[in-house]
């Protein structure tokens, strides 16, 4: 039962609106602040059973925000009436819900802003307060005090929302082209079945070298981005700076310690990517890659761009270690990166359907 509270409060809102507006045609004053009151008071109480609880949805948001508009604009339309002050605070709550239904629409999104609660509540306290003052005259002052608070925070609330709406829609347009961007500088080593055999190869705890290398050629995409430095030859070094040949886990030689994985895979990464892709590992490239494991193997990275990478990978191979928490999972055999390999299929998912939109 707990999931359906909430949006019964919630839908308690929209039928007792009508009842509301019957008794202030009616002048049954005194009962409808009360109902008034007690309704008010849901608002706040379905949304925190909802998170109380965790069964906040997009449907209850959707029905808070048409509740609470709907409420709103029908108590104003009965003070407009003995009021002419609130036909302002009438108005500019229409055009906000108008403005509230665009983004939805545009988004599919029901967004609520932190000062978007707080106009909704100090609304709501001041038609309170409106329909007080209809039977105790002398709160006149007052109550045109409360009102103009009420437009002010009405102005910055609808400012907020257009700006929200604003910024979303770049970093959405920024986001589209950074995907498609990344996908293609990745999209002929990715789909190679040299590459796709990584898939089996065992990394660190619970991941293959496909998802770490995707990960990492990620973050460095984006840090470099960022940086103004050569992203692309960074993002293909990052994407094959575990390309050795064949899984460390099934070496059974024994060798010399300075012959062993760590100090050896990054230069084998190197010469096994020129095998597959030739012309396409340029000397910086290859500088990246072969850096990447310092201060292991004692080759000094060059650039700014192999430092990105080195820092990098070691921050994510340390993962665990970052977050203690991951400790508990390794002890209990759990699937630790199930939450980063659903990222990486979100990264590849979501560059595929880019790149073929843009295309389109």
């Known amino acids: 039962m707990k999931k359906y509270i909430p949006n019964i409060l919630t839908l308690l809102r929209l039928f007792v609106t009508p009842i509301i507006i019957y008794l202030g045609i009616n002048n049954h004053l005194i009962i409808l602040i009360i109902v008034a009151i007690f309704i008010a008071l849901t608002d706040f109480l379905d949304g925190h059973l909802a998170r109380k609880w965790n069964v906040t949805s997009q449907i209850g948001a959707k029905l808070d925000m048409i509740a609470d508009k709907v409420l709103a604009l029908g108590l104003l339309i009965l003070l407009i009436m003995k009021n002419n002050l609130f036909f302002y605070v009438l108005i500019l709550e229409a055009i906000i819900s108008l403005v509230n239904i665009y983004i939805f629409f545009k988004s599919k999104i029901a967004n609520s802003l932190l000062i978007g609660k707080l106009k909704t509540w100090f609304l709501f306290v001041t038609i309170i307060l409106g329909f007080i003052n209809l039977i105790i005259p002398n709160l006149e002052v007052s109550i045109t005090i409360f009102a103009y608070i009420t437009i002010i925070i009405q102005i910055v609330t609808l ?74 030859s960074l993002t293909i070094a990052a994407l094959l700076h575990d390309f050795y040949e064949t899984p460390w886990q099934t070496e059974k030689e024994k060798k010399p310690l300075l012959q062993m994985h760590a100090f050896t895979h990054a230069h084998n990464a190197v010469v096994n990517a020129k095998k597959y892709f030739g012309k396409d590992i340029t000397p910086k490239i290859a500088n990246i890659m072969e850096t990447h494991m310092f201060p292991i193997n004692k080759k000094i990275p060059r650039s700014k761009e192999a430092w990105v990478l080195t820092l990098v990978d070691k921050a994510d191979s340390m993962d665990f270690i970052m977050h203690p928490i991951m400790l508990i999972h390794i002890f209990r055999k759990d699937d630790i990166d199930q939450k980063k390999k659903m990222s990486l299929k979100k990264i590849i998912n979501k560059s595929k359907k880019m790149l073929n939109k843009s295309k389109k």
Do not use: G, M, Q
């Open 159 to 232: 400012y907020s929302y257009i700006r929200y709406y604003l910024k979303r829609k770049k970093a959405l347009k920024d986001n589209f082209s950074e995907y498609v961007e990344f996908y293609n500088i990745i999209e002929p080593f990715l789909n190679h079945k040299e590459f796709i055999k990584r898939k089996s190869f065992s990394h660190h705890i619970n991941e293959s070298v496909y998802d770490h290398t995707l990960r990492v050629s990620f973050d460095c995409f984006k840090i470099a981005k960022k940086l103004n430095l050569d992203f692309k």
